[in-house]
């Protein structure tokens, strides 16, 4: 059965002969400008990822040496900040891989990516056809999310830096109404971030309209999916096996991926 059951696995599931990124037709000088905005974190590697459960595979770039730069990486107490958007998670995989295999739902509409790290789940929405923004509060987050769909699909989402601790008015100007779809992977590490998170889901999710979050059993995420559903964002969670191990701790954990639907004004929730 899939997903591979040892971590030794990891390399044949990143593809072992990763080749580099194509990158006919893509103005080289944008190139050249996200790389160099790229440079603090040191050298990249490509590498080709299976998007189980779909037939798709991507390549992408991000970290060459995740740990390198996690120890050469100052921790900030008070932003509890770390790169983590460097390095590529298996929930961001697995929602790439999600909606590669459906991709009807997101074909001409407008879709906002939050915490996009290198950009996995960003390129398989371009991929299904979305309008897509990604918001990050990191600069490099946005730079490689933004190479690495020039690289796989030859266009650039909108790019916003978003601080959801601390939304910024350019941000709700790029948001509007709201859209119909946000995508989340692995996003809560901290119990401060459920509140701002719940309070931006409630303001830029449009009534009607879904989130799509993948989990992996953090308290902080499920605290989260909980608050959701008690304000009657209604909709299903499904449990898969992690499609890689984690970068971290090697293990391969139960991701959930809740597809919720914000409620229209008036409606019980009981409905959707
Ligand atoms: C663990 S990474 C996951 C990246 C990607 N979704 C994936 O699954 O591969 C978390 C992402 O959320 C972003 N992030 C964390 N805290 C944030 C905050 N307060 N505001 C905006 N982005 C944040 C990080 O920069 C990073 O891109």
């Known amino acids: ?45 490509t590498d080709r990822i299976a998007l189980w ?18 120890d050469n990486s100052v921790y900030d107490f008070s932003t509890d900040y770390m ?24 074909r001409g509409q407008r879709v906002l990516e939050l915490g996009p790290g290198v950009g996995v789940t960003a390129v398989a929405a371009l991929k299904a056809g979305a309008d897509l923004t990604v918001a990050d509060y990191d600069m490099g987050s946005l730079a490689l999310t933004t190479l690495n ?57 449009l009534p009607g309209g879904e989130l799509w979050l993948g989990e992996s059993g953090r308290e902080e995420a499920q605290r989260m999916v909980k608050a959701l559903r008690w304000r009657k964002w209604r909709g299903p969670s499904d449990r898969y096996t992690s499609p890689l191990p984690d970068p971290n701790y090697g293990t391969f954990d139960t991701i959930t991926v809740h597809r919720l639907r914000r409620p229209r004004e008036g409606e019980d929730g009981k409905a959707s």
Request: glycine fraction near 8%.
């Open 1 to 45: 059965m899939w997903p591979p059951s040892q971590p030794s696995l990891w390399r044949r599931a990143r593809g072992l002969f990763a080749r580099g990124p194509a990158a006919d037709g893509i103005c080289l000088s944008r190139r050249h400008e996200l790389l160099a905005r790229l440079a603090p974190i040191g050298p990249l590697r």
């Open 149 to 205: 769909a020039l690289d796989q699909t030859g266009r650039e989402p909108t790019a916003v830096h978003l601080n959801w601790r601390n939304p910024s008015r350019e941000f709700f100007r790029i948001a509007g109404d709201g859209f119909p779809l946000v995508l989340g992977a692995d996003l809560l590490y901290e119990r401060k971030d459920v509140r701002p998170l719940l309070a931006l889901l409630e303001r830029i999710v």
């Open 53 to 70: 459960p779909s037939d798709e595979s991507l390549s992408i770039t991000h970290t060459a040496d995740f740990n390198r730069l996690l």
């Open 83 to 106: 790169p983590n958007w460097a390095e590529i998670w298996p929930c961001g995989v697995l929602l790439a891989g999600i909606v590669a295999q459906d991709p009807g739902p997101l």
